[in-house]
């Protein structure tokens, strides 16, 4: 069984460009998460769509982050206009059940943002 | 605020040389705790959860234990392999993943 994918693995672009991460989760989990590991710091939750549906987004930093999920399969996240700050790597985690089932994680997406 | 706070940071071992990573949290309902294992330029990977105070849970040479204000990852004869950054996370009343800091576990041959 594959497990959850992300694309692209890095991700180098100049403050004020947009970037688009996308994740595609194990098959049949309704359960979709994003979050985020700034360096040096430790991983923070970003928010979760139950289907296509968006149960908790109270981790999103600004306006300028936009997670979709359509169809209720895979996610995108999209960063418009990215900030020095938005550097890090972005985790995508997939569950069959809720907060409390067991969240596999893809490998992440390294954006620097120059 | 909940809070997850793992200690030591970094831990290096011989191998063969047994040792516990700890993992404090202050989380209002804890719904569960959870132990991942992270090599480098990889995405977290799941050990063990753990929901309620006095459970245990084993796997080869690692081990679980949780209490109400804190779990334990016991680590048994490590190998090499073994090395690794050790992440703990708790799910609380608002159902959301907290995470530590993480242990860098290193195991010398």
């Known amino acids: 069984e594959a497990g959850v994918t992300q694309f692209p693995s890095h991700s180098v672009i100049e403050k004020g460009q947009t970037v688009t991460l996308r994740c595609d989760p194990i098959s049949g989990h309704d359960n979709l998460y994003w979050y985020r590991r700034v360096m040096g710091k430790e991983i923070k939750f970003l928010l979760h769509?139950?289907?296509?549906?968006?149960?908790?987004e109270s981790g999103m930093p600004n306006n300028r982050f936009l997670a979709e999920r359509t169809g209720g399969t895979y996610s995108t996240l999209k960063v418009q206009p990215a900030e020095l700050e938005d550097s890090g790597v972005y985790f995508c985690a997939s569950s069959q059940a809720g907060v409390r089932d067991t969240q596999y994680f893809g490998p992440g997406t390294r954006l620097t943002v120059l | 605020e909940d809070q997850v706070t793992q200690s030591p940071e970094a831990l290096r071992l011989q191998e063969g040389e047994s040792s516990s990573l700890n993992c404090s949290y202050t989380v209002s309902g804890l719904r569960g705790l959870f132990w991942y294992r992270q090599d480098p330029g990889k995405g977290p990977e799941f050990l063990f959860t753990l929901y309620s105070a006095g459970e245990e849970k084993e796997k080869e040479r690692l081990k679980a234990t949780l209490t109400k204000k804190e779990s334990f990852l016991h680590i048994t004869a490590p190998k090499p392999e073994d090395s690794a950054t050790y992440l703990c996370?708790?799910?609380?009343?608002?159902?959301?993943?907290?995470w530590g800091a993480g242990t860098k576990l290193i195991i010398k041959p």
């Open positions: 769509f139950v289907k296509e549906s968006k149960q908790d």
């Open positions: 996370a708790a799910v609380g009343s608002n159902y959301q993943l907290i």
